[in-house]
């Protein structure tokens, strides 16, 4: 082990680190925001958003998350969308993560006894009052730990977008290796860091998750 290849290289790393952080982060906003979305269209009365809902689960859940980010990349300035590295990187991990989200939004709602939104119509609530006041507090609980699984493989999948050429952890590591010849340290640290961010993550999901148990 060279002890000081690891500290001439460390700070490449937490800046590395940093861009890793900040492209999960995005990408994890991107994947809340359209995982709702879905989930209310795969939940809705309407049977053409319930199809537009379960095309969009089935196509992203169906194909790799790489091509996905090549397609947009790569394929999107043939249609008009010209994308740096890591917007389209960002956009394609949230968008891919959507599909798993949205599933476990839903399953936490349906997994709500059907009893309570009966029941609150019963005194007058409507469905969109009922679902905002009665029914999504009780499934928020059911949410934490699923969402918390999605956004710990979306942290691990970020590696994916250093093949075009986004400098996170990844695509450092792999730049690292050809200029010291030593893959063993460089991954080792590699390895490491995206422990110690997983870790952390899961740190707050379980401070979340005991915080939403206590107020409700």
Known sequence: ????????????????????????????VIGLTVATLVAAARMSDFRPARALGAAYVSVFRGTPALIQIFLLYFGGPQVGINL?????????????????????????????????MEAARSVGFGRGQSMRWIVLPQAAKLMIRPLGVNAVALVKGTALVATISVVELTYTAQR????????????????????VMVYGLSLLIDRLDRAYAEKV
Do not use: H
Not at 10 to 20: D, E, G, R, V, Y
Not at 86 to 114: C, H, K, P, Q, T
């Open 176 to 195: 690292l290796i050809g200029s010291t010849y030593r893959p063993f340290e460089i991954f080792a640290v590699t390895a490491v860091l995206y422990m």
């Open 84 to 116: 740096e590295p890591f917007a389209a990187g960002a956009i394609a991990l949230g968008l891919n993560i959507a599909a798993y989200m949205s599933e476990s939004i839903r399953g936490a709602i349906l997994a709500v006894d059907r009893g309570q």
């Open 1 to 28: 082990m060279d002890v000081a290849l690891i500290v001439r290289v460390f700070p490449a790393f937490l800046q590395a680190a940093l861009t890793t952080v900040q492209i999960s982060v995005i990408s994890l």
